[in-house]
């Protein structure tokens, strides 16, 4: 990604928040419970991966941005996927996509498709101690991007484990060092995370 690719990033990022604050709704299964549903759907929604809303009422139903690891394995996990989430795949198409992974990049058909720019992928690496998840590389790259408010839900670094999987998920990542990385930047910038 050149600057000019990231500048163009931070612009479509700032246009499409347009002075709202940011829903970053993660996939915890424990987010199925709350009624946050019209909180999020109040901001400006980013979505992760295969996050399709399946319980409005506690997930909202709007999406703006749609933040994945690669195409490739959005597709694969959108096939494994249980039936709710397969059935409204369509429900993805319209929003501004992100490809966050620097994996497959020479697979993206989109020429317009936006990249996290892998200089800040390599510092969060660094600061983390390990390779990010999209979660807390979207965080990153929202709050380093713009200046949006930022208001976190479904979070809880995999002590529910993800709603749309039946296996245990927990990949590369510190979640401990995610965790900890999330609420020092929610707690220095006075922003929100709801559980």
Known sequence: MTPIDETRLSADLRRIIAGRPVSLV??????????HGS???????????????????????RIDVHCFSTRPSLERNLRLAPWRIRFKRGYLRGAYS???????????????????????REDLAAALGARPSVGVATFHMLSTLTDAG???????????????????NKGAHDWAAERDFVLEAVERNGWQIFS
């Open 26 to 35: 993660g996939n915890a299964a424990s987010l199925l419970a709350s009624g």
């Open 39 to 61: 909180r999020i759907d109040a901001g400006c929604v980013v979505r992760l991966n295969s996050g399709i809303p399946v319980r409005p009422a506690a997930q909202g139903r």
């Open 98 to 120: 992100v490809w966050m992974s620097e994996a497959d990049r020479s697979e993206a058909a989109d020429p317009d498709q936006a990249f996290y720019p892998r200089h800040l």
């Open 150 to 168: 930022i208001r976190i839900f479904g979070f809880d670094f995999k002590a529910s484990g993800t709603y749309y999987r039946t296996k245990d």
